[in-house]
């Protein structure tokens, strides 16, 4: 396991924890399925599914299509997970790219503030 990996699966968890704990997320989530790619452009990527507000099938490489995707290079992503760099900083210098809606695009705003 890379250390990009690793933090994937710390996130994964921070989220699982994040939900837990909120109800109001917990309800918002509970019947929605999203496939998500986390593309690091230098390499394989990683993905999952959130189905009804759980984390499943995480693994390397990319999913054939996804509601949401996320694009930076390897070291982008570790700068985003170590605070280095801020997500709107990343977003506004295009060194972090999404495709996804407007609504996924807040949802994962909860997520990880």
Same mark, same amino acid.
């Given at each position: 396991? &890379?250390?990009?990996? %690793?933090? /994937?699966?710390? $996130?994964?968890?921070?989220?699982? @924890?994040?939900?837990?704990?909120?109800? +109001? #997320?917990?309800?918002?989530?509970?019947?929605?399925?999203?496939?998500?790619?986390?593309?690091?452009?230098?390499?394989?990527?990683?993905?999952?599914?959130?189905?009804?507000?759980?984390?499943? &099938?995480?693994?390397? %490489?990319? /999913?054939?299509? $996804?509601?949401?995707?996320?694009? @930076?290079?390897?070291?982008?992503?570790? +700068? #985003?997970?170590?605070?280095?760099?801020?997500?709107?900083?990343?977003?506004?210098?295009?060194?972090?790219?999404?495709?996804?809606?407007?609504?996924?695009?807040?949802?994962?705003?909860?997520?990880?503030?």
């Amino acid at each position: 396991m &890379d250390e990009l990996e %690793g933090q /994937l699966k710390k $996130a994964i968890e921070k989220f699982k @924890a994040k939900i837990e704990e909120d109800a +109001a #997320l917990k309800a918002e989530l509970a019947e929605i399925t999203r496939n998500v790619i986390i593309d690091t452009t230098d390499n394989e990527g990683f993905s999952f599914i959130i189905e009804k507000g759980q984390v499943k &099938d995480f693994k390397r %490489g990319k /999913l054939d299509s $996804a509601e949401i995707t996320l694009h @930076a290079t390897t070291a982008d992503f570790k +700068a #985003l997970f170590t605070g280095e760099l801020k997500p709107m900083k990343a977003w506004a210098t295009k060194r972090l790219k999404f495709d996804a809606s407007i609504d996924d695009v807040m949802r994962l705003k909860k997520l990880i503030s």
